[in-house]
């Protein structure tokens, strides 16, 4: 598949990352000197993506016009006023911006190490028509600044499920997934989260119809709180 366009999701208040982001809104706080967001557009652009829709929301205008001289991959700005609309929401708003075609869509905390083959490459030999979403998933121990429980169990197809009660789940979302634009049909206004778009394809034996995982085993950093950001930078 041909993929050029991706959003990077980045309006949230980064309530995880204070004190840091009572003065910076979570994408500019820096790894290693370079803020999260460019990380995020480096990475994209290694992978040929050329026109990035970032959704801004706190601290908005200090984070568009640190990215407004930049000039790869093509930038625009959704803006999210008085308060953020969520994964769900936030996309559905910038859905004109990101065409007719399936996109990408990832978080703005997150960090894959310079790796072969590319994950978004991954992603795209691995898309399919009759898919809503392809998620990247990676192993727990693979995810770097992770703490807490896996989000998916998988089967030899590919397809996800959520874990049982007491089921331990081996694979964490990355927060990046290949989406079609058609799931957004009839979808809510306002604030939601993606996950309800998710379970709009839930079978009766749990696992999703329209969805599929491709596992990535290189490493993934989630930069999500100040113990994550401390593990990215010791990484």
Request: glycine share 8%; aromatic share 8%; proline share 8%.
């Amino acid at each position: 598949m041909k993929l050029t366009h991706a959003i990077i999701l980045s309006a949230g208040l980064g309530t995880r990352m204070r004190p840091l982001t009572n003065t910076m809104p979570k994408p500019l706080i820096p790894v290693r000197g370079v803020p999260l967001i460019d990380w995020c557009l480096n990475w994209l652009s290694d992978a040929d993506i050329s026109d990035v829709v970032i959704n801004t929301s706190y601290l908005a205008q200090q984070l568009e016009d640190y990215l407004r001289p930049r000039a790869t991959p093509r930038i625009r700005f959704s803006r999210e006023e008085p308060a953020p609309l969520e994964t769900g929401g936030g996309i559905a708003k910038a859905l004109p911006m990101l065409g007719d075609e399936p996109f990408l869509a990832m978080n703005s905390d997150a960090i894959f190490p310079a790796q072969t083959p590319h994950p978004i490459n991954q992603l795209k030999d691995a898309w399919s028509d009759d898919l809503d979403f392809l998620m990247l998933l990676v192993p727990k121990a693979n995810a770097v600044g992770w703490e807490g429980k896996g989000d998916f169990v998988v089967n030899d197809e590919g397809r996800i499920r959520r874990p049982n009660e007491g089921e331990d789940a081996p694979y964490i979302f990355t927060g990046v997934e290949i989406i079609h634009p058609r799931v957004f049909v009839g979808c809510p206004e306002g604030a939601f989260s993606l996950s309800k778009l998710w379970n709009a394809s839930l079978a009766d034996d749990g696992t999703f119809t329209r969805i599929r995982a491709v596992i990535h085993h290189g490493a993934w950093l989630n930069v999500g709180d100040l113990a994550g950001l401390k593990q990215a930078e010791a990484y």
